[in-house]
């Protein structure tokens, strides 16, 4: 794995600790799984993953955020 895709990774990692707490406190959690080719994989757990507004949160919230913090970022896209 490349210095810069580590570099991302790590970059993700940590936006995603900021928005973590937000979602924890609706019962839900998300999990960095991979980035490949600045598109950002991500696992949305407990209650996040069964939400029908799951997409919203996604696309409108983490999506949003990641992009804002890191121009690279081209989607965000949950497994």
């Known amino acids: 794995m490349s210095e810069k895709v580590m570099e991302i990774k790590d970059r993700v990692q940590e936006v995603l600790e900021t928005i973590r707490p937000s979602l924890q406190m609706d019962g839900g ?3 960095l799984v ?5 598109v950002v994989s991500v696992r949305l757990k407990g209650a996040c993953g069964t ?6 949160t996604l696309k409108m919230g983490v999506e949003r955020i990641l992009m804002e913090k890191i121009p690279e970022i081209k989607e965000v896209a949950a497994v």
Do not use: T
């Open 34 to 38: 991979d980035v490949v080719d600045n």
């Open 51 to 56: 939400c029908p507004s799951s997409v919203y």
């Open 29 to 31: 959690d998300i999990e």
